[in-house]
């Protein structure tokens, strides 16, 4: 009766260390997986961003973003930045992180993306666009930011 359980035993220990080992690669292919779906809505809504059209850019954001600051605080502010940087010469993608949790905002699935981009006022800038899974499923920009 004691063979018999110290086997159980260990074959529950070998169960939960098998179990422990695959846990992070399935994350790993899950926070891919989430990478590779915010960066299409990314890019997406950059170009919009890019045309100046704000009032779409704006529709198509987040719930969170569009809690945060109004269409037209959203236009006036983007659009001043925007002009002052000139139009997009070029944009390339530097990096992309997945993060549940983001200072300031509520627990959730977010994919900060990282781009160097070229504006015809400045050469060398880097664009920081924060997909975020929204309530619906779908990814949309929950944070946009120029330095």
Do not use: C
């Amino acid at each position: 009766m004691v063979i018999k359980m110290r086997i159980w035993i260990v074959s529950i220990s070998s169960m939960v260390l098998i179990g422990a080992t695959m846990l992070p690669s399935a994350m790993a292919a899950d926070q891919s997986t989430a990478i590779a779906a915010a960066a299409p809505a990314a890019e997406s809504w950059l170009k919009l961003v890019d045309k100046g059209d704000y009032h779409a850019s704006f529709e198509r954001a987040s719930s969170l973003f569009k809690n945060s600051i109004s269409a037209g605080d959203w236009a006036n502010k983007v659009g001043a930045v925007r002009k002052m940087m000139g139009a997009l010469i070029s944009r390339r993608q530097k990096n992309a992180t997945y993060a549940t949790s983001m200072q300031g905002a509520p627990d959730g699935q977010y994919v900060v993306i990282q781009y160097d981009s070229s504006f015809e006022h400045k050469q060398s800038a880097v664009e920081t666009v924060t997909p975020m899974l929204d309530k619906d499923g779908q990814w949309r920009v929950s944070g946009y930011y120029i330095k």
